[in-house]
């Protein structure tokens, strides 16, 4: 699962903006404006039926700062990411 939901940046991150980008998913916010440091995304690359699916994780952050639960207070009653 990818950190970047309980970090307070997630909303402003750069790199959390090319995951959902990866994920064909709606962003938090079109134009974001904080370079985190150092990412690390892992990319689990899967073969189903001929089909190559790729799931992207940040996985650690220089940056990162804890805020449980920031994610889900931006999108209040949507399904979390995982």
């Known amino acids: 699962m ?7 940046y997630v909303d ?3 790199t959390y903006h090319a995951v959902e980008s990866q994920h064909l998913q709606p962003h938090l916010n079109e134009y974001p404006d904080f370079e985190a440091l150092s990412p690390t995304v892992n990319v689990n690359i899967r073969t189903d039926t001929g089909d190559i699916q790729m799931e992207w994780d940040v996985v650690g952050c220089e ?3 804890a805020e449980m ?5 931006l999108r209040p009653g ?5």
């Open 78 to 82: 949507e399904l979390v990411p995982t």
């Open 12 to 14: 402003r991150c750069v």
């Open 2 to 8: 990818c950190i970047c939901i309980n970090c307070t």
């Open 69 to 73: 639960g920031k994610w889900m207070k």
């Open 63 to 65: 940056s990162f700062v």
